[in-house]
Every structure is written in structure tokens, then in C-alpha cells.
């Protein structure tokens, strides 16, 4: 879940790009309810395709381009491991991770710069507290403020820093789009995704971001989830299915996912995008129009039981199924998936 770039406003003298909002027709995903009063509405849009990779469940513009944020970092790890990096276990998943902070977590990013021989001047991603519910007030508790290491991209950064080692190539601009290094990650999940990025954007941790459709997103996770033992896909699956506290953290729906879904494969992104795979070769994707977290784990939950997860038997997932309204520091509501889908209409 990285963090988003602040919109500006675009100087009068300046032409703003053409908006696209009027081209996409988002339909409502989730309803906030406060009591029985229906408040807010979140649009968005989602997929979800069989083991064949058939969609059995479309809701909006699932085939046109969108910025998966950190939902691309396992395809990203996939393109690390295809460059040479050698991890595995924690350190792979801190790779794919949009950590929480936490000290294990900490302890990790160092671990793998170590083994680069770098130290934690080689990062260059945003400066940022840690995100985690425990680990940001504990940090502000202490004295400290933001910092590259405690960012939550900073597993990604440094597994981006030790594939340069390993390929030898300069770490010093990693972050440019045209390095070697972003070069074939930009492969990488075009390869996965079976479609061409069609833009090229900077995201909030400073690496540079390639779009894909919903569509792809989920081809690309599925490939991940259902790859051969000992291929470079094999290798991250296994390592965020045996470690899913190093790819989020405590408490995070990410983790709670991967934890109570065996062989699962999920990545959370900035923006309101999720993405989660199967092994069978089942798979979802979702975006949230508006960018909005919170809604997220509702859709997705919702999503789920169109690929046969019988979320309702799990107390971990029953739990995501719906968000919590406060009033006065209280649920007095609940955040619910639409009836649309709930009950939508099957894909064509």
C-alpha cells in the first residue's frame, strides 16, 4: 500500500489533460450504511476468472488500462528473480511486501541489503513513517520520523538494489525508467499479464509504475499462483504463501487473506486495487474508483465467493466481509458489498 501522490491543481495557463472519468462507467461495488440510512456509494471495478481463465464475473472497465501500485510487486519480484536475484522465504516476500514496519520487517530490509553488500544510504525511496497500527505510534513514541527504511516499499527497493548487484548494474539510478533493471521488469509483467503497459508513471515510493488492465492483473497473478515448482513464479508463490506477515503485517486484510486461504497469492495496492490468485488458476482484481482502502477487503471478500472460497465458514474472512462505521467511536454501520455484487449478472 504505497503512498499516493498529492493531485495539484493544473495552472491556469497550463492545459489539463482530457479527463477520462466520463469514458468509464464504474458501477457501485460497495454501500455505506450508517444504521439504516444508506450514506455513500463506492464505485469500481472488478474481475474474476475460473481455472480456465474465463471470466465468471465482470463489474465495469476491467480491459482498459489502470496503475496496479504495489499490486505489481510480485510480478516485479518474478522479474528481480529472472534478473538474478537469489531470495527466498521472508526475504522474497519482503520483496513483494508493502511492510507494515514492524521490527521483523526492518530486520529483513536490512538482511537483504547486507547481502548486497549496500547499507541503508543505497535506498532511494520517499522517506515515510511505517504504516502499521503498532509500529507508527511506537515509532513516533520513540522520537523518530520518517525515514527511507521504514517506508513500505523499502523490502521492494532493497531487492531492487541487490538484483543490480547481482546483474551488475549501477545502483546509483535504479529508479530510472530506462535502467536495465526497470527495463526488464517492465518484460517481466508485460510477459505475465500476456498485454503491452501502455503508460509509465512514478509511483509514491519513486520506482517507476507500468499500467495494466484489471484483466491482466489477474492472468498475471494466476500465473504466479499456479506456475511449476522451481520456476522463478514457483519461487514467489511460495515464499508469500509460507511467510504472509512479511507482505503486509499484524493485522493487516492482506496477510489475514494469504493466512486463512491456502495457496493463495494477494498483493494490496494504493488507489483502492487489489489483486489475489489461487492455485487451481482461479483469480480476482479490483479497483476502487474513488482510491479509496477502505472498501477493499469488502469487494474482495464478495469477489471470492464467485471463484468457490467459502468465505462465510472462516471467521478470518467472514470478519473482511464488511467495514465498520463509527459514531461517537462506535459501529453504528457497516461498509457492504452492493446487491449488484452480490448478486450481479454473470459474465458474458
Known amino acids: 500500500m504505497t503512498t499516493a501522490d498529492a493531485d495539484t491543481a493544473a495552472p491556469e495557463?497550463?492545459?489539463?489533460?482530457?479527463?477520462?472519468?466520463?469514458?468509464?462507467?464504474?458501477?457501485?461495488?460497495?454501500?455505506?450504511?450508517?444504521?439504516?440510512?444508506?450514506?455513500?456509494?463506492?464505485?469500481?471495478?472488478?474481475?474474476c476468472l475460473d481455472a480456465d481463465g474465463k471470466a465468471v464475473l465482470t463489474a465495469g472497465p476491467v480491459d482498459v488500462p489502470m496503475y496496479p501500485r504495489s499490486?505489481?510487486?510480485?510480478?516485479?519480484?518474478?522479474?528481480?528473480?529472472?534478473?538474478?536475484?537469489?531470495?527466498?522465504?521472508?526475504?522474497?516476500?519482503?520483496?513483494?511486501?508493502?511492510?507494515s514496519g514492524e521490527a521483523f520487517h526492518l530486520d529483513g530490509v536490512r538482511r537483504i541489503l547486507a547481502g548486497a553488500g549496500l547499507t541503508e544510504d543505497a535506498l532511494q525511496c520517499t522517506a515515510?513513517?511505517?504504516?502499521?497500527?503498532?509500529?507508527?505510534?511506537a515509532h513516533l513514541a520513540a522520537g523518530l520520523g520518517p525515514s527511507r527504511i521504514t517506508m513500505n516499499c523499502s523490502g521492494k527497493h532493497a531487492a531492487m538494489l541487490a538484483t543490480c548487484v547481482?546483474?551488475?548494474w549501477?545502483?546509483?539510478?535504479?529508479?530510472?525508467?530506462?535502467?536495465?533493471?526497470?527495463l526488464a521488469l517492465r518484460a517481466t509483467l508485460e510477459d505475465l499479464a500476456?498485454?503491452?503497459?501502455?503508460?509509465?508513471?512514478?509511483?509514491?515510493?519513486?520506482?517507476?509504475?507500468?499500467?495494466?488492465?484489471?484483466?491482466?492483473?489477474?492472468?498475471?497473478?494466476?500465473?504466479?499462483?499456479?506456475?511449476?515448482?522451481?520456476?522463478?513464479?514457483a519461487r514467489v508463490a511460495a515464499a508469500m504463501n509460507a511467510h504472509p506477515e512479511y507482505v503486509g503485517g499484524t493485522g493487516r486484510d492482506v496477510t489475514t487473506l494469504m493466512q486463512a486461504i491456502p495457496g493463495a497469492v494477494a498483493k494490496d495496492g494504493a488507489e483502492g486495487v487489489y489483486a489475489l490468485?489461487?492455485?487451481?488458476?482461479?483469480?480476482?482484481?479490483?479497483?476502487?474508483?474513488?482510491?479509496?482502502?477502505r472498501p477493499r477487503p469488502v469487494v474482495m471478500t464478495a469477489a471470492l465467493r464467485h471463484i468457490g472460497v467459502p468465505v462465510a465458514t472462516d471467521t478470518r474472512l467472514s470478519a473482511l466481509t464488511t467495514a465498520p462505521v463509527l459514531g461517537h467511536g462506535q459501529p453504528v454501520g457497516a461498509v457492504r458489498p452492493s446487491a449488484a455484487l452480490a448478486h450481479p449478472t454473470p459474465a458474458p
Not at 16 to 27: D, G
Not at 86 to 98: H, I, K, N, Q, R
Not at 128 to 137: F, H, K, V
Not at 174 to 180: A, K, N, V
Open 194 to 233: 500476456g498485454e503491452k503497459s501502455t503508460s509509465v508513471g512514478v509511483d509514491g515510493c519513486g520506482a517507476p509504475l507500468f499500467a495494466l488492465t484489471l484483466t491482466g492483473l489477474a492472468r498475471a497473478f494466476a500465473k504466479i499462483a499456479t506456475a511449476p515448482a522451481g520456476s522463478h513464479e
Open 13 to 47: 495557463d497550463s492545459a489539463a489533460p482530457p479527463s477520462r472519468a466520463a469514458e468509464l462507467a464504474y458501477p457501485v461495488l460497495a454501500e455505506v450504511w450508517r444504521g439504516d440510512f444508506l450514506e455513500s456509494v463506492h464505485h469500481g471495478s472488478v474481475v
Open 170 to 182: 549501477s545502483v546509483e539510478n535504479y529508479l530510472d525508467p530506462e535502467h536495465p533493471l526497470q
Open 277 to 293: 490468485a489461487l492455485p487451481d488458476g482461479s483469480a480476482i482484481a479490483l479497483k476502487i474508483a474513488d482510491g479509496s482502502q
Open 166 to 168: 547481482a546483474a551488475g
Open 71 to 99: 499490486s505489481n510487486k510480485p510480478l516485479q519480484s518474478v522479474g528481480m528473480l529472472r534478473a538474478g536475484l537469489d531470495l527466498d522465504g521472508e526475504l522474497l516476500a519482503l520483496a513483494c511486501a508493502s511492510h
Open 128 to 137: 515515510a513513517l511505517p504504516i502499521g497500527a503498532e509500529s507508527q505510534p
